[in-house]
């Protein structure tokens, strides 16, 4: 981008070692390209049946006028493609030709007579099925013959080959049974393969399609311009692309961090949850690092820059993000193999039959006829709707029980995870703070405590605040008003209480007198005013430490007399989820950046089999490489941006739906009700319906297994011969069972 180029500054972070990602070799193209028919080099569109919606990703054109944000869509790393094509030319030709193939079955002889009624004559009506089945041909079956070929030039037959083959036969054949009356001609045979094999990749399609914005979520967390401060002292707008390394730049409340730096001036809590994991803000003073992308929450803070563009933390969990991407393997899908095994069956069975029928008779029209019958019936009708037919199934039963299932090939894989890693914050935990227990000195109750508390905390927007005051309506408790609210930054809070609360009846009246002023806070303004707790509430702050729950106190005429513990709440729902994944026989692990002590905690009361605490970023990610590298299927579950490298590099990523928008990207599954039972009910459903899949593959290569001898003419000898037409209505059978058998599926248990 040049210069004066006035597009958004997040371009700089969407181009991040451009050099080095052209230079690096292809692993091998994505399984949606490849059923779609693009020879795996990247930008390689020349076999390509729908090369205008296939847009490949590549740099900005510097030189071109009126570049603004709206562009960004196109400026993504080359190996990113816009897979949105396949799926609407599938079902554009789809639905076209299902319209035009009306006229072929209804003036079909041989519907006709299995039906009893007469097809409507007219000048030329002998024509319409030649002619619209030849318009189905050439429209809706050249994609498939295009991507045959593709599979030719690989030297990889599979299902593409094998419908090329067929529908050729049948077209080729048709037209030859008309011009030299040779026989029944199976255009409405041919109008049928090409129909549902176009519906069958439409719903494959839908089910593959997977969004690549993961880079564009992370890459909208820094701010488009900061606010640095020049060597006069005076304060200039710029934008966060010309920032340099040692500029000192001012971040006021409520702001993003432009750049990594060090805090020279200013103290603030700083929001890093969604870099670092850490559940609650951390105090920044002079000294202390920031990382780019993370909020101010108060205070004003004067920043050294240390790092810049593609330095920072925030780029290096871009480049994870994209390296986990392009580190995924392709995977060959079962239909396919067994599409490839059947089509080398099918060219066998044709020679053997074309063979020892020419042998037995001599060469002419009964050979052609046992041939043709034995490609076409060859042909996976029923084959090509196994796995899309459970696979739309599986979605929707997916969709209801709060599951988005984004990637068919990590649903797939489900069936076989046995590690499943959660992040704690926002996961297993809430992601808030909240009351976990109170205590009081002798002759105060825990309800008065919160109440006053409450009281002092209720002009503060601090989330332990928040939990003090949720704490109380919770209680149903009567909070009495205050005024004068000071926040004492980094220590507390206090204000002056102006009606007395209601002691519990059988406790001491310690009433707060008329105008009193009062203290909340941790053991920084305990240290601050001076002041010890007396031997109760030390035991108490000791024992929430060690289980890594913070402490605030509640303090009166210079004495603490009350105190709480808040911790990051676990969900009910947890409980649950841990113990349905271990009847399954999945080991838990929980991946963590709060302390030990905060890990240690969440991981007894849960009852996880292991947990990693302190995790940076880049340490999440290695941990799954780890876990895998032990030959285990590891799924990551997460939602924050630091969960997204790990959540990509997983085999199975989990998104919590509430997370935010790049852990989304990054998931190949979404929870959209945020609760971590689902994992459970995923691993479920996945094993369910990949033995719909194995059943309904059984069904269909089983009519392979029984038609294709009988089209061959084994049973010849006792009278007994499949003519083409008759194995079509076989074919027709097939697809019947394959779809009633997998509806099924619905009736399925996946609860926990």
């Not at 809706?140 to 030719?152: D, N, S």
């Not at 035991?539 to 603490?560: H, I, N, S």
């Amino acid at each position: 981008m040049s210069q004066d180029d006035p597009g958004d500054v997040r371009d700089s972070y969407h181009t991040h070692d451009e050099k080095i990602r052209h230079e690096k070799p292809t692993d091998g193209d994505c399984p949606c390209c490849r059923v779609c028919g693009l020879t795996g080099e990247r930008g390689d569109r020349s076999a390509s049946p729908v090369q205008d919606d296939h847009r490949v990703r590549t740099e900005p054109d510097q030189d071109s006028p009126g570049h603004t944000h709206e562009d960004h869509s196109g400026h993504e790393h080359e190996a990113h493609v816009d897979h949105s094509g396949h799926e609407a030319m599938f079902k554009t030709r789809f639905f076209a030709c299902l319209v035009i193939s009306l006229p072929v079955l209804y003036y079909s002889e041989m519907l006709q007579e299995w039906f009893g009624y007469t097809a409507i004559s007219f000048p030329g009506s002998e024509f319409v099925a030649p002619a619209l089945g030849a318009v189905v041909f050439v429209y809706g079956g050249v994609p498939f013959l295009q991507m045959g070929a593709v599979e030719v030039r690989r030297r990889e037959p599979g299902m593409m080959l094998l419908i090329s083959l067929a529908i050729t036969v049948a077209f080729v054949y048709s037209i030859a049974a008309i011009v030299f009356t040779i026989g029944e001609p199976l255009f409405w045979e041919l109008v049928t393969l090409i129909v549902i094999f176009l519906l069958g990749h439409w719903i494959e399609m839908r089910s593959v399609r997977r969004a690549s914005g993961a880079l564009d979520e992370l890459a909208e967390l820094m701010p488009d311009t900061a606010e640095r401060i020049t060597e006069d002292g005076d304060i200039e707008e710029v934008r966060v692309d010309t920032l340099e390394e040692d500029d000192l730049v001012l971040v006021r409340p409520g702001a993003n961090v432009p750049a990594d730096g060090i805090v020279e001036e200013g103290e603030a809590n700083v929001n890093e949850a969604m870099i670092t994991g850490e559940s609650r803000p951390i105090k920044k003073e002079p000294g202390d690092g920031v990382i780019g992308g993370t909020t101010n929450r108060d205070g004003s803070l004067r920043v050294r820059v240390t790092a810049t563009g593609e330095e920072t933390t925030l780029s290096g969990i871009m480049r994870l993000v994209e390296e986990a991407q392009e580190s995924r393997s392709r995977t060959q899908v079962l239909a396919d193999r067994a599409a490839g095994w059947l089509f080398y069956a099918a060219i066998s069975v044709a020679v053997v039959t074309g063979v020892v029928w020419t042998i037995a008779v001599g060469f002419g029209l009964p050979v052609i006829e046992r041939v043709v019958t034995v490609l076409v019936i060859a042909c996976p009708h029923a084959l090509g709707l196994a796995v899309p037919l459970v696979v739309a199934i599986n979605t929707t039963m997916a969709a209801r029980n709060g599951m988005l299932i984004r990637d068919r090939i990590a649903m797939e894989e489900a069936r076989n995870l046995d590690t499943v890693v959660f992040d704690k914050t926002g996961t297993l935990t809430k992601g808030e703070q909240g009351v976990v227990e109170v205590t009081t000195v002798d002759g105060w109750d825990e309800d008065e405590t919160l109440a006053l508390m409450a009281a002092v905390e209720s002009d503060s927007e601090h989330m332990i605040a928040e939990a003090i005051r949720e704490e109380a309506r919770a209680r149903a408790l009567s909070v009495p008003d205050a005024r004068d609210f000071e926040a004492l930054e980094g220590r507390g809070v206090r204000a002056t209480v102006e009606v007395e609360p209601v002691a519990t009846a059988g406790v001491d009246q310690t009433t707060v007198r008329d105008g009193e002023t009062v203290y909340v806070g941790g053991p920084n303004l305990l240290r601050h005013l001076e002041i010890e707790p007396d031997a109760t509430l030390e035991a108490f702050a000791d024992e929430a430490g060690e289980r890594g729950q913070g402490v605030v106190y509640l303090l009166r005429d210079g004495a603490a007399v009350g105190a709480v513990a808040l911790a990051d709440v676990i969900r009910e729902e947890s409980f649950e989820a841990i113990d349905a994944l271990h009847e399954m026989d999945v080991e838990v692990a929980m991946l963590t950046g709060d302390s030990e002590d905060v890990a240690s905690a969440v991981s007894e009361e849960l009852g996880i089999d292991t947990y990693f605490a302190e995790v940076l970023p880049e340490d999440k990610d290695e941990k799954i490489i780890e876990l895998q590298e032990q030959g285990k299927l590891v799924s990551m579950v997460g939602d924050g941006v630091n969960d997204a490298p790990a959540l990509t590099r997983s085999d199975v990523g989990i998104a919590i739906g509430s997370g935010t928008d790049v852990a989304v990207e990054s998931a190949a599954v979404v929870l959209v009700e945020n609760d971590p039972r689902d994992v459970a009910h995923l691993v479920r459903l996945s094993r369910k319906s990949y033995r719909k899949m194995q059943e309904n593959l059984v069904w269909a290569a089983g009519y392979n297994v029984f038609a294709l001898p009988l089209a061959a003419g084994v049973l010849a000898p006792i009278g007994i011969l499949l003519s083409p037409a008759v194995g079509a209505v076989l074919m027709s059978a097939s697809t019947v069972i394959v779809a009633i058998n997998a509806q099924f599926l619905r009736r399925a248990d996946i609860s926990a």
